[in-house]
């Protein structure tokens, strides 16, 4: 016969399932937390979209935890493999995404900030950033997110799809950010990227703030640039919305100044790359290796199916170098090539190497920072 359950025991069996639900609950929640940690969560939020210029206060949780860096990378000292000499990608295919608002347009522009484009207020993290002291680390999960670290060393990364957000970089690498052959989906956005000069493998120098090795397009916006010599290093992609200022010129290992350029690409590519409402500087001398602001280079192919559109751009030997002979697919529109370090944008001229006669090549609407037509020379 069983013996009737008491009010008292009832009462206690409550108790304890209701504590049982509460317990659930909260692992699910850490559960969650250990899942952003590990670079599975995704790198956004709904209060803090990617294309939004701050977060309000509670998007500060979202950065991962102390220790996080174990879940998503490992420490192994130094790169494996230094870029090439020449420091060009060797791209082919890819896409293209999406890209900022272009500025209103203007007759004649005082200032980057002062006209809409990019400067230290539009670009870099949006949230509080924690310390961490990872030294070379490589990436080998797919689907990572760092978002909220503030990384003394750089990333090397051997996976796909992996997402660099809200982020502060200072390298002593060749690069800030470098995504090997054979992997895609890389996302740097939000971040600064930056080095102190004379710490760098190059005799002091650093190379790339953020290096392309594969052939898929990559995607940085938003970012705030300084210091590295090639400072965005890619075939194809979408490079939108940075501000890229204060290249550091140095001497390399081979005993000469260093090419310098915001943007540099090497031809080749089938893909696209557009290059939309950037702020580009390049403010080194033409006797410490000035290269261009915007260096479309035939070094290892052809360039074709390039978008420069509605940037800000100064400095070079030229500010822009545009693909020479050969060259197809290249729309130069709507940017303002300012005055603040040559007369003539770069120090030789605005722009060199332009195929006027390739097949898809436009020019329109571009000026000086004081609102001249620009007028550039064919390719010889």
């Not at 690498?173 to 052959?181: C, E, F, I, P």
């Not at 939000?190 to 493998?201: F, L």
């Not at 397009?217 to 290093?233: H, I, Q, T, Y």
């Not at 979408?238 to 005993?255: E, T």
Request: glycine residues 16%; neutral net charge; charged residues 15%.
């Amino acid at each position: 016969m069983l013996r009737p359950i008491s009010r008292r025991s009832l009462a206690g069996l409550l108790l304890a399932a209701l504590l049982a639900v509460a317990v659930t609950a909260c692992s699910g929640s850490g559960s969650g937390s250990d899942k952003a940690a590990s670079g599975s969560g995704k790198p956004g939020s709904p209060a803090c979209p990617d294309e939004a210029l701050t977060c309000p206060a509670s998007g500060s949780s979202a950065s991962p935890g102390a220790g996080a860096s174990t879940a998503v990378g490992e420490a192994t000292g130094r790169p494996s493999e230094s870029p090439s000499p020449t420091g060009k990608p060797t791209a082919t295919a890819g896409t293209a995404g999406a890209s900022g608002k272009p500025p209103a347009k203007t007759v004649s522009c005082s200032s980057p900030g002062a006209c809409g484009f990019p400067d230290a207020d539009t670009t870099g993290p949006r949230i509080p950033l924690k310390p961490h002291k990872t030294g070379y680390m490589t990436i080998r999960k797919n689907g990572t997110v760092i978002r909220g670290w503030d990384i003394t060393g750089s990333l090397d990364i051997y996976a796909n799809n992996v997402t660099v957000i809200d982020t502060k970089i200072t390298s002593d690498s060749w690069w800030g950010v470098n995504l090997r052959a054979g992997y895609s989906g890389l996302r740097v956005l939000h971040s600064t990227i930056t080095a102190v000069p004379g710490k760098g493998p190059d005799n002091g120098g650093v190379d790339y703030a953020v290096s392309n090795m594969s052939g898929s397009p990559v995607e940085v916006g938003w970012c705030n640039v300084s210091v590295f010599g090639d400072a965005l290093s890619t075939g194809q992609g979408n490079l939108h919305d940075n501000y890229v200022h204060d290249i550091a010129p140095f001497v390399n290992l081979g005993g000469e100044w260093q090419h310098t350029n915001t943007v540099i690409s090497g031809g080749g590519n089938t893909g696209g790359l557009i290059i939309r409402h950037n702020t580009l500087l390049n403010p080194t001398s033409l006797k410490q290796g000035a290269s261009g602001s915007i260096g479309l280079f035939a070094d290892v192919g052809v360039v074709r199916n390039v978008t420069v559109d509605h940037n800000w751009v100064a400095g070079g030997a030229y500010a822009l170098y545009g693909g020479d002979t050969g060259a197809t697919g290249i729309k130069v529109t709507d940017n303002i090539f300012s005055t603040e370090y040559h007369p003539a944008s770069g120090g030789y001229g605005v722009v060199a190497h332009w195929n006027a006669k390739g097949a898809g090549n436009v020019w329109r609407n571009n000026r000086m920072s004081d609102g001249r037509l620009i007028h550039p020379e064919p390719a010889s």
